[in-house]
C-alpha cells in the first residue's frame, strides 16, 4: 500500500523508480545511468511499439523520505503486456547496472506480490509492504519485518523507509533473496522476452492514402495512436471525418503496417460504416482485399481524428533534437552496439532503423522534464510538412508487399482456453503427489457420460451398472438391530420433524385425530419394531389413496410371495 502523502499511480499505469543502492547517487550519477540505459536498451526499446506511453526515464530529486532516483510512469492502457514488458527492462536494468536498486508498483499496489501470491510468507499483507520489494542485481528482494516484530508477530509494524531498505540491500542482500517459488512465479510472467517482442506484433496490408504512409516510415510508433483515437472515438471526432481535410482518399496505395496484436484485435473487432461524404468506400465483403480496405479505412479516421485536434504549432518552433551532441553520441553507441546488424549506410533497411532510433531519441531520450507533450497530430503535420511523399515509390513497392501475418489467433478454440486456463492455476506443471500422478480420470469421465445418458423417471435416474459389482441384498433383520442401536433401546422419544411438522401441510380432521393420539403416546415407550410397523401402515394408506390416481397406476405391484428384497 502507499505510504500517506503518496499518491498511487494511475489506473492502468506503471511506476518504476531505480535508486543508487549504496545511497550515494547524486545527480551526475543518475543522470549518466539514465543515458547509458538508454543507449543500452536502444534495441529492444526503439523497434517497440507502445499501446498508449512509452518507456521513460527522467532525474527525479529528493522529496521528502523519497531520495533522488531516476524513473517514470508509463500508461499502458488495454495492453497488460507493456506493463510485464517493463518490469522486464527493470530487471535487466539492475543486472546490468549492479548499483541500481528498482522499485515498481502499479495502481493495485505491489503487483508482483499479487502475481505470487500463493508463495508469500503469512506475515506479509498490503499493510506492511510499501518498501519491501525490490529488484537488485538481476534479482527479486524481500525485505522482512525486523528481528523485534517477528517475534512479537507484529504484522502491522510500520514498512522501513526506502533509503533504509536501501542500505539494508546494499550490506546484506543475500539475505533478503525472495523465496525461490515467488522469484519463480514472478520470472515465469516475463519469461519469453526479448523474443516475445516480435512475436507480438502482427503484420497486415492495409490500404492508405500515401500521407499516412510516408508518415508511419518515419514514425511506425504513430499506428498506436491512430488506434486509439478510432477505437474510443465519439460523434465530435466523426465531424472531422466528413470532410477528409489532410487524408483524403485520393491517392490510396496497398502498404503493409505493422500493429502490436492487442492494436490490430482492437481496430479490426470494431464494426463501422464511413460516413458517405467521407469519400471512403469499401468493396464487396467477397472482394479478395476486402479487409485490408476496411483496415485502411479505419486507421485514416484514426489519422484524421489526431490531425484534427492539433495545435497547428509550425515545425520551425519545436526544438530540433537531432542537431543535439547527445544524438551524436547515441548514434555512435548504437553503431558500437551492432544495432543495424550490418545493413549498408542508405539502404532501405538502415534508414528504416534510423528511423525508429530518431523516434525512440526524441520520445525517451532528449525531451527535457520541463517540456510540454507534443500531441500526436502536431507531429503528424510536421511529418507532413518535412517529408517528401514519392507516390509512384510507393506504387512500386505495393506489387511485391511481403504477405501478411495469419490472424487466426483471434479465433480461440475450446482446446486453447482449457490450456490457457491450466497455465494459469500452475496445473501445467507436474504434481509432485505419485497417487495424483499415478490417478487416471478417463474412468470418472467415462462413468459421468454415462450416468448423463441415463432416463430419468419418478423412479429417479439408474446409475451405470457394472459387470463387477457385487448383487446388493437388504437385511430387514440387520437394519432393525442398527436403527435400534442408533435410538438405543430406552428410547422415551421420536423426534421426526418431517413426519410431524403441522405448519408445512393441510392436515383433514381424521389427520388431527391420529397426531393427537401420537401425541398422547410420546412418552410411552417405542420400541424399533413398532416404529417399523407404524411406518409400514402409514405406506399402505398412502398406497390405498393414491391407488386412483395416475401415480398410483403406474407402479408395478409385486405378486404375493415374491420378497420385497432381493
Not at 514514425?219 to 483515437?229: E, I, Y
Not at 550490418?342 to 531520450?365: N, P, W
Not at 501475418?405 to 491450466?422: F, H, R, V
Request: proline fraction near 6%; charged fraction near 30%; aromatic fraction near 10%.
Amino acid at each position: 500500500m502507499e505510504g500517506i502523502g503518496r499518491a498511487a499511480p494511475a489506473e492502468d499505469a506503471v511506476r518504476y523508480r531505480l535508486f543508487a543502492a549504496a545511497g550515494s547517487g547524486g545527480e551526475a550519477l543518475l543522470r549518466r545511468c539514465a543515458e547509458g540505459i538508454a543507449v543500452r536498451f536502444a534495441p529492444l526499446l526503439a523497434a517497440y511499439i507502445w499501446q498508449r506511453q512509452p518507456f521513460r526515464l527522467r532525474y527525479v530529486p529528493p522529496r521528502g523520505e523519497t531520495p533522488a532516483h531516476i524513473g517514470g510512469t508509463t500508461l499502458f492502457g488495454d495492453n497488460v503486456e507493456d506493463e510485464w514488458f517493463i518490469v522486464y527492462l527493470v530487471r535487466e536494468i539492475t543486472r546490468e547496472f549492479p548499483g541500481l536498486a528498482a522499485r515498481i508498483d502499479d495502481n493495485d499496489g505491489e503487483f508482483l506480490l499479487i502475481e505470487a501470491a500463493d508463495f508469500l510468507p503469512k506475515w506479509l499483507n498490503p499493510e506492511n509492504s510499501d518498501n519491501r520489494v525490490f529488484f537488485y542485481k538481476g534479482e527479486l528482494h524481500i525485505i522482512p519485518l525486523s528481528e523485534t516484530h517477528e517475534q512479537e508477530r507484529d504484522l502491522s509494524a510500520a514498512s522501513p523507509t526506502i533509503s533504509q531498505a536501501l542500505t539494508l540491500l546494499s550490506t546484506c542482500s543475500e539475505e533478503f533473496l525472495a523465496a525461490e517459488p515467488i522469484r519463480t512465479a514472478v520470472y515465469k510472467r516475463i519469461s519469453g522476452y526479448p523474443e516475445k517482442i516480435q512475436a507480438s506484433f502482427h503484420r497486415a496490408h492495409c490500404y492508405l492514402p500515401a500521407g499516412i504512409v510516408a508518415v508511419l516510415r518515419q514514425r511506425p510508433s504513430l499506428v498506436a495512436a491512430a488506434v486509439q483515437a478510432f477505437y474510443l472515438r465519439d460523434p465530435v471526432d466523426l465531424r472531422a471525418c466528413r470532410s477528409f481535410q489532410t487524408f483524403p482518399p485520393d491517392n490510396r496505395v496497398m502498404t503493409v503496417v505493422t500493429f502490436t496484436k492487442c492494436l490490430y484485435a482492437q481496430l479490426v473487432q470494431q464494426k463501422f460504416v464511413p460516413d458517405r461524404r467521407s469519400g471512403y468506400t469499401l468493396p464487396l465483403p467477397s472482394h479478395p482485399q476486402y479487409k485490408a480496405y476496411e483496415l485502411g479505412m479505419k486507421l485514416a479516421h484514426g489519422f484524421e481524428i489526431l490531425c484534427s485536434k492539433c495545435s497547428k504549432v509550425s515545425p520551425d518552433s519545436k526544438r530540433n533534437v537531432l542537431s543535439d551532441p547527445l544524438w551524436v553520441r547515441f548514434l555512435s553507441s548504437l553503431k558500437e552496439k551492432n544495432y543495424f546488424k550490418g545493413e549498408m549506410e542508405g539502404s532501405a533497411k538502415y534508414l528504416e532503423l534510423l528511423h525508429m532510433a530518431e523516434d525512440y531519441f526524441q520520445q525517451s531520450v532528449a525531451k527535457p522534464e520541463s517540456s510540454v507533450e507534443v500531441s500526436p497530430g502536431d507531429e503528424i503535420v510536421t511529418l507532413l510538412q518535412t517529408t517528401t511523399i514519392d507516390l509512384k515509390e510507393f506504387e512500386r513497392e505495393a506489387a511485391c508487399l511481403p504477405p501478411e501475418d495469419d490472424d487466426s489467433w483471434l479465433e480461440i478454440t475450446p482446446d486453447d482456453l482449457d490450456q490457457m486456463l491450466k497455465e494459469a492455476r500452475n496445473e501445467s506443471l507436474p504434481s509432485s503427489n505419485e497417487e495424483e500422478q499415478k490417478y487416471d480420470l478417463e474412468p470418472v469421465a467415462e462413468s459421468m457420460k454415462a450416468f448423463v445418458s441415463k432416463v430419468s423417471t419418478h423412479e429417479g435416474a439408474e446409475m451405470p451398472w457394472s459387470s463387477d459389482e457385487s448383487h446388493v441384498t437388504f437385511d430387514v433383520d440387520s437394519f432393525t438391530k442398527a436403527l435400534d442401536r442408533i435410538l438405543g433401546a430406552d428410547s422415551e422419544e421420536l423426534d421426526s420433524d418431517d413426519l410431524d411438522e403441522e405448519e408445512e401441510f393441510d392436515f383433514s380432521d381424521e389427520d388431527d385425530e391420529d397426531l393427537d393420539a401420537e401425541n398422547q403416546r410420546q412418552d410411552q415407550k417405542v420400541s424399533p419394531n413398532e416404529l417399523i410397523g407404524s411406518l409400514k401402515s402409514y405406506m399402505n394408506e398412502m398406497d390405498r389413496e393414491l391407488a386412483h390416481t395416475n401415480v398410483g397406476k403406474s407402479f408395478i405391484t409385486q405378486k404375493k410371495g415374491v420378497s420385497k428384497f432381493c
